[in-house]
């Protein structure tokens, strides 16, 4: 049988620590939630959210949680944090971001590992979060929208592609690989009967072709770290070993992570008697090479009527406006992340670079979601306040129109305990509902904790 195959390379991968391993098998999977700090800290959201329980030692800003339906709550549409597997956080913490890092995580949806990065880096620097399926690049667009990244650059590309193109661009680079999943089987019984010697090998190849492609984006002296949520050796330590022997310009070097297993020389392992469902980590830097010599971006303001126009738009919604690189595409209006940081864009299929404001409408603007998410409530003239207790907040997120009667007509934003949540309208006493109808969602009284 495969499971059977499976058990049995599990016990040679795990020799003493096998018991430890199957103790683990039927009991529940672990479930955390990552503080998203570029929206609030964690000593003001935990007092909050009860069901929060012990931090994670993956990630400083990571929580266990034992609660299902946490993306009906009011502060995850706000951003205030992420759901996530608990093991899945140390790659990241492997990498080390520092401020003002140019950053590149190619494998990035649905957007966990990104939106990590994006508050290490806590709005300076740049980061790169590319996705090659088309669908799970919006998903991963909704994310870094959601989490309020006002300094990333989404694209849709092939791997190769994109890291040709960047040659020698990034201080870090973030591969977490496309795997056999083993990492997940507890939270999905059936697929350990969907596993095979011979999926897990054809991965490994597909994973060698990606850390291959995402050699050439890392600068000389810069970090990657290649990360995997499966046990496989031949999609750990056999593409690492692989690695190295193609690219002698790189060497393994410390994760500096203090838990797991460790395996090779400096990389780490590990496994739900740790507590997380599973994940391997590898980190590696770039002794010689290419520095980027490609061009930068080139910014011109937008023409002087544009201008004006965006001007007076954002100056009626906002208290004191600090956008300060306006970019029109296609009646789309966008603030870019710091442009002498950029390189060129032209010919690469960019979902998003910066914040979308908004689009021109015949004789408007209308504002986007994305201008919300991205600023605190205290950034805009008008605000309805909320709890994430009070009903008006799940009648918000499910769509419906709400009663106000402080407001002088206008654009605002409706905000719970001190995130935004998204846009409204103000008109005669009552808030024309302006959250994206994707991101609507049944009353928030079905979230039983």
Not at 219 to 236: A, H, I, Q
Not at 388 to 402: K, M, N, Q
Request: net charge neutral; with cysteine; aromatic share 10%.
């Amino acid at each position: 049988m495969k499971m059977n195959d499976y058990f049995d390379r599990m016990k040679a991968v795990l020799g003493e620590d096998y018991d430890r391993f199957l103790e683990t098998v039927d009991k529940p999977a672990f479930k955390a939630i990552r503080v998203n700090t570029l929206k609030i800290q964690p000593e003001e959201l935990l007092p909050l959210l009860p069901f929060a329980g012990e931090q994670t030692p993956f990630a400083s800003t990571g929580y266990y949680v034992d609660v299902e339906k946490l993306g009906k709550h009011p502060l995850h549409h706000a951003g205030a944090f992420y759901v996530q597997e608990p093991s899945a956080m140390s790659a990241v913490t492997a990498l080390r971001v520092e401020p003002g890092d140019k950053v590149l995580d190619l494998c990035a949806a649905p957007g966990g590992k990104s939106t990590q990065i994006a508050a290490d880096l806590n709005g300076t620097g740049l980061l790169w979060a590319n996705e090659i399926v088309r669908p799970r690049a919006h998903i991963l667009l909704s994310n870094i929208e959601r989490m309020g990244v006002k300094n990333a650059v989404v694209s849709n590309m092939k791997p190769d592609v994109l890291c040709d193109r960047l040659e020698g661009f990034f201080d870090k680079v973030l591969v977490d690989a496309p795997c056999s999943g083993e990492g997940m089987f507890r939270k999905d019984k059936e697929a350990i009967y969907e596993w095979s010697v011979e999926h897990s090998l054809s991965c490994a190849e597909r994973q060698k072709a990606i850390i291959h492609s995402a050699a050439a984006a890392v600068k000389p002296g810069g970090v990657m770290v290649y990360s995997t949520c499966t046990f496989s050796p031949d999609e750990n330590e056999g593409v690492v070993r692989h690695f190295l022997e193609e690219h002698p310009e790189f060497e393994l070097i410390d994760t500096g992570c203090r838990f797991g297993t460790p395996t090779l020389e400096h990389a780490i392992r590990i496994y739900p008697f740790h507590g997380g469902e599973g994940h391997f980590v590898a980190k590696f830097r770039k002794t010689k090479g290419k520095q980027y010599k490609g061009k930068m971006f080139s910014y011109f303001e937008p023409p002087k009527e544009e201008r004006v126009a965006i001007e007076r738009f954002v100056c009626d919604i906002l208290r004191n406006p600090s956008f300060r690189h306006y970019h029109v595409i296609d009646d789309r209006i966008l603030n870019l992340p710091d442009v002498e940081l950029l390189p060129d864009l032209e010919g690469m299929n960019i979902l998003r670079a910066g914040v979308k404001l908004g689009d021109f409408k015949k004789n408007r603007i209308e504002p986007h979601h994305n201008l919300a998410t991205s600023l605190t409530p205290y950034d805009f003239k008008r605000r309805l306040i909320m709890s994430c207790e009070d009903v008006a907040a799940a009648r918000y997120i499910s769509g419906e129109e709400l009663e106000i009667d402080s407001w002088i007509n206008g654009w605002g934003v409706a905000t719970v305990n001190g995130v935004t949540l998204g846009l409204g309208k103000a008109v005669n006493g009552h808030l024309k509902n302006k959250y994206p109808k994707g991101l609507r969602t049944l009353a928030w009284k079905d979230l039983q904790i």
